[in-house]
């Protein structure tokens, strides 16, 4: 495979260029660019690079305000809402961190919800700096709605994502990420690609009854992780990610779609937790240090992240092997002088 | 099957003379009785009076503290904290539950913290009363020390259910409530004592390798639900039910059992999100009532609770069959006049 070795300030720099060439006002495009560079270290690729075409497209279509600033209100002592303006996720997220971490130190627990913004990326990144701070953390999002309930057979859920954040002081934070949904549509595509079947409980084909066939699943929906309880955690996310802040469903916004690739409008909760006020003095942290010592001394175990945190080491020493494919895509989204 | 028909205040008032006899304090006794109660007429029988001999050995014993009343300390305006003072937990849930509410109506986000109480409840009875008082509502306990994580051999986490509660206003609330563990333990005794094989997914033998044999599933580990997505969120309820609130994890309080067939010790999270307050006129409980249904409109969908409302509906029209061997015992453990 050939292609371009790029160093992640490059990849920042790449992506802050092409969408502020596009009209992103700068404060946006800075907040997109550190989440695709983020993905990038880590080797998320499916929320690198890979994703900027559909960024600029939102910006080309008019779907996404280019100027959107957020706007962060205080609804009570405890509870942050920020309302993205029609703008990208990771800005309205950056805008409202500060307010959620002081209210969680404040009150113990607080929560934040963003509104009316547009998501690509990935869950992770927007826990993680809440743990790293010292706040456990949770992040909630309802996906594209593709996903049959436990027992049903048609699309109801979105792919309904949960991410947790742990403090490790002196180390990086335990998170964990995953969509609810057995597998991601880019999975099912690649299958489809590689010509190859599906592992059973992946998908229903439209006719609701079980399928191998990557083309019938797209035409058709996901299943839940899980059997009945992945497919009640997935309603769970609809529900909190959704009305629960005011915002549309999966299926609502569906409804909505205008099909320019860009990403898709909704909210997120986040919900964070001060282990410092919560539980003082009780030894928190080292509690969970001889649990995470535990795990780690079973043959074999990996904790959550730990891919990621090895491929963020290796890529900050050696940059990142950008195929000429996507390259080629990125390159005519830049300035041509 | 023979047996005795009890309508459900008997069996309320049969558990707390069981209780009381046994030198339990009147408020203790009140609300393991409404607790036992409640799962019996939801059909929910690992909960209901097969738990009674159980109670009472560790009033027997001195496990309990049979005076506990639990302390109730608003931290901050959004945190709980309930000493449980050695009881059960029943009754610290239901001493914190007031100014939970009062914290979330005032907060828009509350938690509670019970501590030092003994739990063999069902987290739905928890989470339930929250979600009909209008509190979107989560319950996180620490179960028996018996689950190994995904990609490993030995115990490590507690069996570790996850409660969760949607207030619909004007009908019964949205309420699942499941162990993060493939299977519970009574599942596996069940099947030892039918002579069945485990499915695949359920356990490990003591040699850390895949077993289909209860009993060597018994002697070695449960497995959690759902692979690496299940067993992170069984991590993420250690963290948060035990360290998080100054509590002992799961493999902590193993350590300490005094095997008297009593409940184990242990703390509970609860989370509670006011939608009065964090989304007003935003018609939350009418798009979540059209995404239930969407939801129901696919045939053979049931929603999580579906089951046990219809149960409750049952047993308090015909009352609750008793079979003669749980009469027998529980008979011994009521006062002989």
Not at 50 to 70: H, I, K
Request: hydrophobic share 45%; glycine share 12%.
């Amino acid at each position: 495979m050939t292609g371009t070795t790029l160093r992640l300030d490059e990849i920042e720099e790449l992506t802050r260029r092409a969408l502020g060439h596009h009209g992103l006002g700068a404060g946006q495009a800075a907040a997109v660019a550190r989440i695709v560079t983020a993905a990038e270290a880590d080797e998320c690729r499916s929320h690198g690079l890979y994703r900027l075409p559909g960024y600029v497209a939102a910006l080309r279509s008019g779907r996404v305000a280019a100027d959107a600033v957020p706007q962060v209100r205080r609804l009570t002592p405890g509870f942050v809402r920020v309302d993205g303006g029609g703008g990208f996720a990771p800005a309205a997220a950056e805008a409202g961190r500060p307010a959620l971490m002081e209210a969680a130190a404040a009150n113990g627990i607080a929560a934040m919800a963003l509104t009316r913004c547009h998501h690509f990326s990935a869950l992770w990144a927007d826990v993680e700096p809440l743990a790293e701070a010292g706040f456990v953390s949770w992040a909630f999002v309802v996906g594209q709605c593709s996903v049959a309930p436990f027992g049903g057979a048609t699309r109801l859920m979105g792919t309904n994502p949960i991410a947790f954040g742990w403090p490790r002081p002196g180390g990086h934070p335990f998170v964990f990420d995953f969509a609810t949904s057995a597998a991601a549509r880019g999975e099912v595509e690649l299958k489809r690609l590689a010509g190859e079947a599906l592992p059973p409980g992946w998908a229903l084909g439209p006719d609701g009854a079980p399928t191998d066939d990557p083309a019938r699943a797209l035409a058709g929906a996901l299943l839940p992780f899980g059997g009945h309880k992945g497919s009640a955690l997935s309603m769970m996310v609809e529900l909190i990610a959704a009305p629960l802040i005011g915002e549309a469903t999966s299926r609502a916004v569906a409804g909505l779609d205008i099909h320019d690739g860009g990403p898709p409008p909704g909210g997120e909760l986040f919900i964070a937790i001060d282990p410092k006020v919560v539980a003082p003095g009780s030894g928190w942290a080292d509690a969970a240090e001889r649990f995470f010592a535990d795990a780690s001394a079973q043959p074999g175990l990996r904790l959550p992240s730990e891919r990621r945190y090895a491929a963020r080491a290796r890529t900050r020493r050696d940059g990142v092997a950008v195929p000429e494919s996507l390259m080629e895509q990125i390159r005519v989204l830049l300035p041509q002088d």
